[in-house]
């Protein structure tokens, strides 16, 4: 057998090889297609995901006139609200971390305020962001809470109840 002779045998296999190569490749790849049949239905988009807000105020509530109330959420585990009172169209409180001693970076509470037939007369925001200390010291956590005051929007609003939230809770 002479070198030209092995060159085209080599040649022939090769592309042979080749083939066989191309149309397993290709065998494989149909057979992982999915192609939808009639009776399986497409799958839904996927929806797509909004930032979480605190759910609005009810537009009415049962209250007892002077009634202030925490609604249990996500944060009212780790914090102590104490001191709740309302005020003509103001409610105040003071809010502790109980879950750590460390200081609270971002707060904020939320009134919704009802007349004394349960419907929603306004609503009110408390925040509070904790500023770095200028003085380049130690930073020292404080636990001796955050006092608040919300006032609801109409000031000549007949308030008898407010229900508090806490949407934010950020702390150390």
Do not use: W
């Amino acid at each position: 057998m002479n070198v030209k002779t092995v060159a085209v045998v080599l040649s022939s296999v090769a592309r042979g090889g080749l083939i066989a190569g191309m149309l397993a490749v290709a065998a494989f790849g149909a057979g992982c297609a999915s192609t939808p049949d009639a009776t399986t239905p497409a799958p839904a988009a996927a929806p797509m995901l909004a930032p979480k807000t605190a759910e609005p105020a009810a537009a009415s509530i049962t209250a007892a006139p002077g009634e202030v109330r925490l609604t249990p959420g996500p944060f009212t585990d780790r914090v102590q609200v104490t001191g709740m009172r309302l005020d003509g169209t103001t409610v105040h409180g003071r809010l502790a971390i109980t879950s750590d001693v460390s200081d609270v970076l971002a707060l904020e509470v939320r009134a919704a305020f009802y007349d004394a037939t349960g419907k929603l007369v306004g609503t009110g925001t408390f925040q509070h962001a904790d500023e770095e200390p200028v003085t380049g010291g130690p930073h020292i956590p404080s636990d001796a809470g955050i006092d608040f005051a919300i006032t609801s929007a109409p000031a000549d609003a007949a308030v008898s109840a407010a229900v508090l939230t806490i949407p934010v809770l950020v702390n150390e």
